[in-house]
Structure formats: structure tokens, C-alpha cells
């Protein structure tokens, strides 16, 4: 009973602290839209944001320095339900989901609600499978849990290399993040955003470990959704008198159905560029246009069970008291997530409306003198926006370039506009004529996003390394000090490690955050679940299911993504679209016609296009029923250079990067959801080895036993500090 | 053994629940949205219910049944002697 009062005390404490700090938060927003009243320019205002707010986490990070293992790896089990479900929240929440789903809601329209769904109903899973048992057990980390079930080193390296696998592209994608928001709204150069994203980053962990990671993601929470809700908050308060966007944006979709159907009509778009389906219905509301059925549910899927395995988020329930508060945490998790995204589809609802009548028919020649769509000019010099294939930056380069595109009518099309992503959640508060305070706002609500989300993987990654490796296999009798400092070290040489490959904006990193959620759905989800729901579940069954599950996906990802000619010459994958054999082709063709001594009437070459072309005068259409494995046949059939060159040019076309794979219910599977094939084999290799080893020990059976059942304390043992 | 009894029947108990939840959340999640066409042409509040129902609906779902899981779990524990000695 003691222990539940003082519990309740300290959550009293906790809301007064940080009641106060929203309190503060809310007026330093206000004096610097007092600053900004008063002419302090833009940028100022900007960098009064970024440092106030990453200056707060920073404190929080050093009074929340700790010198106890139990405090750095689970914050001393002491954080309450609540306040674990906004700190999860914000872990979960990345820049991504930030600053581009709603951008990427715009551009798919219903297909990308399978993000939305598939980032809050993993969370059922998560409750009702998982993290209590796991908070029961009592691990440090995820791959503890693994050593201790699965008896031993060699599941827990498994379980490490999905975790690093999954956890390390996606640290580097947050702080490219947090590169490119300090880049975009500051003018910052982005090497320098960069490494001062590390610094917070370092600031907030490395002294107080989880502890300090806690109680900055709930102050970043805090502020992201603050800075997510209010510019369309405002926006559907003007429009409708409401300020409630998730309500209002049904009328708004209306709106939308209607303006696409004046677009068609006056012929500035085509249904099929709005998205149409079997039975001739098109735009935005409408499903399963821009993504087949197969592939909608199959992403579904894979986020909601990639959600349930990434260790990240799955260790931040082993901070609370108890396994009662672990459960309602998960609720509170939800919750707190639920409030950004069932408000991002809002936000691309009002964007596409305000694009749809104040910009697609729009004159261009006086585009850049109307004030209510600058907007487009602001994000145009950073390249978010495109007009007629260009960059928005000046009126004279977007008039020409729609000049030079044939039977341009000088209205903008909808063809003519293109919005990055990132564009809709970034001009939202400048469309809805909020002063630059809000957009400042934005930026730092975007930052805590990123900055929290890097926090939880970067210990996640070195918690795993200085516990389960140093700890656990190197040096078992370490001192606590000792553990400690290898635990420091590593984190900085992670962060470090991060931060220098963020430097050089790998494009592909922020592609490969995506199939995170394939890797930790098959390579964990299959042996966490199993582990807790059937005993019989053996060590060894668990290792070569983990790896079939993680293997298949891995494979399957990289040759549809890197190695499209290996993967349809071993692996049997097939192109997924009727432009991907055409352009590989041509791909193939122009780069052996670079081929020094290319001679176009040589025999093998009139060969290969006859093979390839239906006719070699109508470029490179393809002759009927030629597919990608028989185009590699006729390309390998040339001479040795030619040959050569063909293949890296097949392999190197865009035509079929991510565009092949595998076949399930008459659809390719995108390699997004690779996981679709990695976790039931998983899955059936954990079961039908599971059969033939023999059954885990009497021991090992009680221990499960133990991590049902709530009552009885952790389990696993730990020498305090 | 009356100990272990209780255990089973918690177990048991714990067990259900969680195939409870499976359920509604393969209803929710997939089976509802797979008619989100045919739904698409009832419109409340100008929101086509299919569209509402991946938006929205489903995640309303998802909130109510986990506080719901939590309270329904902890009250299983309670009744059988597992809950955690506070």
C-alpha cells in the first residue's frame, strides 16, 4: 500500500511540474508572437524556438542524471502509467509521421489511411500479447527477454542484429529530420543542423539514460502535439467556425468530391490522375486506387506487427511499477498517438481543398503576384513545390517552364503541380495566414518529434550493446561504474555513428525506415508471442524461425530494391507493373549503345531487339508476353561488354526498383510489406521445429508460468548498484 | 492446489480475453475495410462511412477497447489472487 501512495504522490508531483511547463511553454510561444508584433524578423524568432525548446530538454536531460544501473536502463521503474503512455507517444511519433504523413494522406488519399491504421492498431497488439509479460519478466532489454526463454547467446545475437538492423536506419532517418527542418524553417546549413541534432540528442540520454529520455519525451510530446494540432485547428475555425478539423473535414471531403468532378469536367485533371478504380469512381475518398487490396491490408498488417516488435517502443513498458500500470500505459500509449493521427488526414483534407480551388486552374502568368497562393513561392525555393516540372522559385521560371510544355494552356493542371510530401504539414500554417510564430511553432513541435523518436532508438540500440553484449556475455562481473561508462561510451559512438552517416543525406535511408517495420515484425514478433503463449516453443525452434523470418524479409527486400535481376533470375520475381519490362529495356538499350565500338547493324545487336522489340521502330515496346526473366535471357545472350553493360543497366533501372517481387491473391507484393512472406515463415519454422526438438525443461516451463502471472515481482535477477 | 485451480481458470480467463480482443481487432482492422467501397456511399456529417471508418472509427475502437482490456485484465487478476502486491 505504501508503495502505491508514494506512486500517487509522485504522479501529483509530475502533473504540477509539467502543468507548469506547458503553462510556460504556452507563454514564451506568446512572447514571441509579442516579438514578432514588435519586428523582430523570422529567423530570430525561429532560432529563439529551436534553442528555448532543445535547451529545456537538455535541462531535463541533466537534473535527470543518474549514477544506478535500474535508473539508466528502465528509469528506475518508477513511471507512471500516464505519463509512460505520452513519453511512448512521442517515441513512437516520428519526424515522419510529423512532418510527411500527412503529405503522403494527400497524395494517396484513402489508400494512405493504411499507415494510419497500421500505426495505432499495432498497439492492440502490443496490450493484449506482449509488453505486459515482458514488463512481468522484468527485462532490461528485448534481447534479454530472448536469452533468458530461448536459452541463451545465440537468440539474444539474433534477437540484436533485427534490433540493430531495424533501429539504425531509422535513428539516421530522424536526424536527417531534424537536419532538414532546421535546414527549412532556420536557413541552417544542414551538416550543422545535423550535429546540433546530435548534441540534444547526446544531452538528453547520455547522463540519465532512460530516466532523462522519459521525462523529455513527455515535454517533447507536449509540444509536438501542440504544434501538430493548432495550425489546422485554426484553419477549420475559419472555415467553419469550429475548431475541431477532425470533425469538420467530412464537409471539406465533400468539397473535394466535388471540385474533382469541376476538374474532370473542365479537363484540368484525369480520373485516373485523381486515383480510379474498377467501377469508374475516382479522387480522394475513394479506396483501393493507388494501392490494390492485397497490398493496402498487407502494409496494415506488417506496421501493426512491426509495431508490436520494434524494441524501441517495446522497451519504454519496462518503466512502470507494474504490470497493471504496463497494460493501461498501452491505452494511455494509444491514446496520446490517436490525438496526431486522427488529425493528419484533416490536415491533408484542407490542404487538397485549398489546392483544389485556389491553385489547379489558376492562371500561371499571374500565379506569382496573387498573395493567397504564395505559399507555393515560400516552399518553391526549397524545392517542396513544383509547378510545370520546376521548382517554384521565381514567376519567370515557372511562366517558362509551362511555356515550353506543349499545348499548355497557361492554366496550372493538375498534372502541373507537384508537393513534396513534407509540403502540407510545413505550409499549413502560412495557407491558413498565421503569423510566422505558428510556423516557428511548427518547426520545433517537428524537432521534438525527431528528437524524441532518436532518444528511444539510440538507447534501444546501445542499451542492447552494453548490456546484452558487455554485460551479459563479455564481462558479467563489470562493476556498476564500469557498466555505466561502456554504457555512455556506446551511446555517443552510436549517436556518433548516426549522426555522421545522416551527414551525408542518404536518400534511401528515409525508404528503408519503412521496412524497419517488415524486419521486426518477422524477425521478433513470431518468438516474443510464441514465447509467452505456447510453451512448447523451443530454443532452437526460436533461433531458426527468427532467422528464416528475419532472412526471407531481409532477402526479400534487398533484391527487389538492389538486385532486381538477381531476384528474377534465383528468386523467380516478376515485374508488378506493364512499364516495367519496357523500361528496363530501354534502360538496357541506351546503355549499350554507350558501349565503346557499339555497332547498331551488328548481328547479335539486331538479334537482341528482335528478341526484346515487337517492332524495333516503335522504341522498345515489347513484344507481347515477354517478360523481365526472358529480356535477361536476350540481354545475356549479347557479346561480353554489351552484355555487361546490359546487365548493370537492367539492374540499375528505376523501372524496376521496388517494381518487382513476389506474387500473393494475384498481386505483387510490394517489398514495403515484405514481411507478408517473412512472418509466416517465422511462424511455421518456430512451429514444426518446435515439434520435433524436445520439450523446453520442467524449469523452463514454470518460468512461463511466472510471466503470466503478474504477482510475484521481476523476474529476472539484477545485482543493484 | 486450490493455488494452481485458480491459476488455470485465470489463465483460462486471460487467455479468452485476449482472443476477444483478436477478434474485434481482425474485425476492425480488415473485415470492416474491406467493404469500405460499399460503405463509402452512406455519408454522416459529409464523412463516406468507409473512408470515417479507417480515419477514425477504427482507431476510436482501438482507444476504448485497450482501456477497456487493461480494466477487464486487472479485474481478472484481482479475482484470482495474481495481482501485484502493492
Same mark, same amino acid.
Given at each position: 500500500m505504501a508503495l502505491r501512495s508514494e506512486t500517487n504522490d509522485f504522479s501529483k508531483t509530475l502533473g504540477r511540474v509539467f502543468a507548469v511547463y506547458t503553462g510556460g511553454f504556452i507563454a514564451f510561444v506568446a512572447l514571441v508572437a509579442i516579438l514578432e508584433r514588435i519586428g523582430v524578423p523570422g529567423p530570430i524568432l525561429g532560432y529563439m524556438f529551436v534553442f528555448f525548446t532543445i535547451g529545456i530538454y537538455a535541462l531535463i536531460g541533466i537534473l535527470s542524471r543518474t549514477m544506478q544501473v535500474s535508473e539508466?536502463?528502465?528509469?528506475?521503474?518508477?513511471?507512471?502509467?500516464?505519463?509512460?503512455?505520452?513519453?511512448t507517444a512521442a517515441d513512437w511519433m516520428s519526424a515522419a509521421s510529423f512532418i510527411s504523413m500527412a503529405g503522403t494522406l494527400y497524395a494517396l488519399g484513402y489508400d494512405g489511411l493504411a499507415y494510419i491504421l497500421g500505426w495505432t492498431g499495432g498497439y492492440v497488439l502490443v496490450a493484449i500479447a506482449v509488453a505486459p509479460y515482458l514488463r512481468k519478466f522484468g527485462a532490461y532489454t528485448v534481447p534479454d527477454f530472448l536469452y533468458a526463454r530461448y536459452g541463451g547467446k545465440l537468440a539474444s545475437i539474433i534477437g540484436i542484429v533485427v534490433l540493430m538492423s531495424c533501429s539504425f536506419t531509422y535513428v539516421v532517418a530522424q536526424i536527417v529530420g531534424t537536419g532538414l527542418i532546421a535546414q527549412r524553417f532556420l536557413g541552417m546549413d544542414y551538416t550543422v543542423a545535423v550535429y546540433v541534432g546530435l548534441v540534444g540528442i547526446l544531452m538528453c540520454s547520455m547522463l540519465g539514460g532512460m530516466r532523462a529520455v522519459t521525462w523529455t519525451q513527455v515535454a517533447q510530446y507536449i509540444i509536438l502535439v501542440i504544434a501538430y494540432c493548432l495550425p489546422v485547428v485554426v484553419l477549420s475555425a475559419q472555415k467553419f467556425g469550429l475548431p475541431f478539423p477532425q470533425l469538420t473535414y467530412g464537409w471539406v471531403l465533400?468539397?473535394?468530391?466535388?471540385?474533382?468532378? %469541376?476538374?474532370?469536367?473542365?479537363?484540368?485533371?484525369?480520373?485516373?490522375?485523381?486515383?480510379?478504380?474498377?467501377?469508374?469512381?475516382?479522387?480522394?475518398?475513394?479506396?483501393?486506387?493507388?494501392?490494390?487490396?492485397?497490398?493496402?491490408?498487407?502494409?496494415?498488417?506488417?506496421?501493426?506487427?512491426?509495431?508490436?516488435?520494434?524494441?524501441?517502443?517495446?522497451?519504454?513498458?519496462?518503466?512502470? $511499477?507494474?504490470?497493471?500500470? *504496463?497494460?493501461?500505459?498501452?491505452?494511455?500509449?494509444?491514446?496520446?498517438?490517436?490525438?496526431? =493521427?486522427?488529425?493528419?488526414?484533416? =490536415?491533408?483534407? +484542407?490542404?487538397?481543398?485549398?489546392?483544389?480551388?485556389?491553385?489547379?486552374?489558376?492562371?500561371?502568368?499571374?500565379?506569382?503576384?496573387?498573395?493567397?497562393?504564395?505559399?507555393? +513561392?515560400?516552399?518553391?525555393?526549397?524545392?517542396?513545390?513544383?509547378?510545370?516540372?520546376?521548382?517554384?522559385?521565381?514567376?519567370?521560371?515557372?511562366?517558362?517552364?509551362?511555356?515550353?510544355? $506543349?499545348?499548355?494552356?497557361?492554366?496550372?493542371?493538375?498534372?502541373?503541380?507537384?508537393?513534396?510530401?513534407?509540403?502540407?504539414?510545413?505550409?499549413?500554417?502560412?495557407?491558413? %495566414?498565421?503569423?510566422?510564430?505558428?510556423?516557428?511553432?511548427?518547426?520545433?513541435?517537428?524537432?521534438?518529434?525527431?528528437?524524441?523518436?532518436?532518444?528511444?532508438?539510440?538507447?534501444?540500440?546501445?542499451?542492447?550493446?552494453?548490456?546484452?553484449?558487455?554485460?551479459?556475455?563479455?564481462?558479467?562481473?563489470?562493476?556498476?561504474?564500469?557498466?555505466?561508462?561502456?554504457?555512455?561510451?556506446?551511446?555517443?559512438?552510436?549517436?556518433?555513428?548516426?549522426?555522421?552517416?545522416?551527414?551525408?543525406?542518404?536518400?534511401?535511408?528515409?525508404?528503408?525506415?519503412?521496412?524497419?517495420?517488415?524486419?521486426?515484425?518477422?524477425?521478433?514478433?513470431?518468438?516474443?508471442?510464441?514465447?509467452?503463449?505456447?510453451?512448447?516453443?523451443?530454443?532452437? *525452434?526460436?533461433?531458426?524461425?527468427?532467422?528464416?523470418?528475419?532472412?526471407?524479409?531481409?532477402?526479400?527486400?534487398?533484391?527487389?530494391?538492389?538486385?532486381?535481376?538477381?531476384?528474377?533470375?534465383?528468386?523467380?520475381?516478376?515485374?508488378?507493373?506493364?512499364?516495367?519490362?519496357?523500361?528496363?529495356?530501354?534502360?538496357?538499350?541506351?546503355?549499350? #549503345?554507350?558501349?565503346?565500338?557499339?555497332?547498331?547493324?551488328?548481328?547479335?545487336? #539486331?538479334? +537482341?531487339?528482335?528478341?526484346?522489340?515487337?517492332?524495333?521502330?516503335?522504341?522498345?515496346?515489347?513484344?507481347?508476353?515477354?517478360?523481365?526473366? #526472358?529480356?535477361?535471357?536476350?540481354?545475356?545472350?549479347?557479346?561480353?561488354?554489351?552484355?555487361?553493360?546490359?546487365?548493370?543497366?537492367?539492374?540499375?533501372? $528505376?523501372?524496376?526498383?521496388?517494381?518487382? %517481387?513476389?506474387?500473393?491473391?494475384?498481386?505483387?507484393?510490394?517489398?514495403?510489406?515484405? *514481411?507478408?512472406?517473412?512472418l509466416p515463415a517465422g511462424f511455421l519454422v518456430m512451429v514444426a521445429v518446435s515439434f520435433v526438438t524436445p520439450a523446453p525443461s520442467k524449469e523452463l516451463q514454470a518460468f512461463i508460468d511466472e510471466i503470466r502471472k503478474p504477482s510475484g515481482g521481476v523476474m529476472m535477477s539484477e545485482r543493484s548498484g | 492446489m486450490a493455488n494452481t485451480d485458480l491459476e488455470a481458470v485465470r489463465w483460462r480467463k486471460t487467455r479468452n480475453l485476449m482472443l476477444t480482443c483478436l477478434t474485434i481487432w481482425v474485425l476492425i482492422s480488415f473485415v470492416v475495410n474491406f467493404w469500405a467501397s460499399a460503405l463509402n456511399s452512406i455519408v454522416i456529417m459529409g464523412f463516406p462511412l468507409g473512408f470515417y471508418m479507417a480515419a477514425q472509427g477504427a482507431l476510436i475502437v482501438f482507444v476504448v477497447m485497450l482501456f477497456w482490456f487493461a480494466a477487464t485484465q486487472n479485474r481478472i487478476d484481482d479475482q484470482h489472487g495474481a495481482s501485484e502486491d502493492l
Open positions: 539508466y536502463y528502465v528509469a528506475g521503474r518508477r513511471v507512471p502509467a500516464f505519463y509512460n503512455g505520452m513519453a465533400q468539397e473535394i468530391a466535388a471540385r474533382e468532378d %469541376g476538374l474532370v469536367q473542365q479537363g484540368l485533371a484525369t480520373a485516373a490522375q485523381l486515383g480510379v478504380n474498377a467501377a469508374g469512381d475516382y479522387g480522394h475518398s475513394v479506396p483501393f486506387v493507388r494501392s490494390d487490396m492485397v497490398n493496402f491490408f498487407g502494409l496494415v498488417l506488417c506496421l501493426m506487427v512491426g509495431t508490436a516488435s520494434l524494441p524501441h517502443v517495446l522497451m519504454r513498458y519496462f518503466t512502470t $511499477p507494474s504490470v497493471r500500470e *504496463a497494460r493501461m500505459s498501452v491505452a494511455w500509449t494509444l491514446l496520446f498517438v490517436f490525438f496526431l =493521427y486522427f488529425t493528419a488526414p484533416s =490536415y491533408a483534407a +484542407f490542404a487538397k481543398l485549398e489546392v483544389y480551388s485556389n491553385v489547379i486552374g489558376h492562371q500561371v502568368s499571374t500565379l506569382a503576384t496573387d498573395p493567397s497562393v504564395g505559399w507555393l +513561392f515560400t516552399w518553391g525555393k526549397i524545392g517542396l513545390v513544383k509547378i510545370c516540372g520546376v521548382d517554384a522559385v521565381s514567376a519567370k521560371d515557372v511562366l517558362d517552364a509551362c511555356a515550353a510544355i $506543349p499545348n499548355h494552356t497557361g492554366v496550372i493542371r493538375y498534372a502541373d503541380l507537384r508537393l513534396d510530401n513534407d509540403a502540407i504539414v510545413i505550409a499549413t500554417p502560412e495557407i491558413a %495566414g498565421l503569423p510566422y510564430v505558428v510556423a516557428g511553432l511548427v518547426a520545433a513541435g517537428g524537432l521534438a518529434a525527431a528528437l524524441s523518436t532518436a532518444d528511444g532508438l539510440l538507447l534501444a540500440i546501445a542499451n542492447a550493446l552494453s548490456h546484452d553484449i558487455y554485460y551479459k556475455m563479455i564481462n558479467a562481473n563489470a562493476p556498476t561504474a564500469r557498466r555505466l561508462l561502456v554504457a555512455r561510451l556506446l551511446l555517443i559512438v552510436v549517436a556518433v555513428a548516426a549522426a555522421w552517416t545522416a551527414s551525408f543525406r542518404p536518400a534511401d535511408i528515409v525508404n528503408m525506415v519503412a521496412w524497419a517495420f517488415s524486419l521486426a515484425a518477422a524477425g521478433l514478433f513470431p518468438a516474443l508471442v510464441l514465447g509467452i503463449w505456447w510453451k512448447r516453443t523451443t530454443g532452437i *525452434a526460436a533461433i531458426l524461425g527468427m532467422s528464416a523470418g528475419f532472412g526471407v524479409t531481409l532477402l526479400y527486400l534487398i533484391a527487389s530494391r538492389y538486385y532486381p535481376v538477381w531476384g528474377v533470375e534465383v528468386l523467380g520475381f516478376s515485374p508488378f507493373m506493364d512499364t516495367v519490362v519496357p523500361g528496363t529495356a530501354a534502360a538496357v538499350v541506351a546503355a549499350a #549503345q554507350k558501349v565503346a565500338g557499339f555497332n547498331a547493324q551488328a548481328p547479335e545487336w #539486331q538479334a +537482341f531487339l528482335a528478341a526484346v522489340a515487337k517492332d524495333p521502330a516503335a522504341a522498345f515496346a515489347v513484344k507481347q508476353g515477354l517478360g523481365l526473366d #526472358q529480356l535477361i535471357v536476350a540481354v545475356k545472350a549479347l557479346p561480353a561488354p554489351l552484355r555487361d553493360a546490359g546487365l548493370a543497366a537492367a539492374n540499375a533501372s $528505376p523501372a524496376v526498383h521496388s517494381n518487382v %517481387g513476389w506474387f500473393m491473391f494475384g498481386s505483387g507484393i510490394r517489398n514495403i510489406s515484405a *514481411a507478408l512472406f517473412g | -
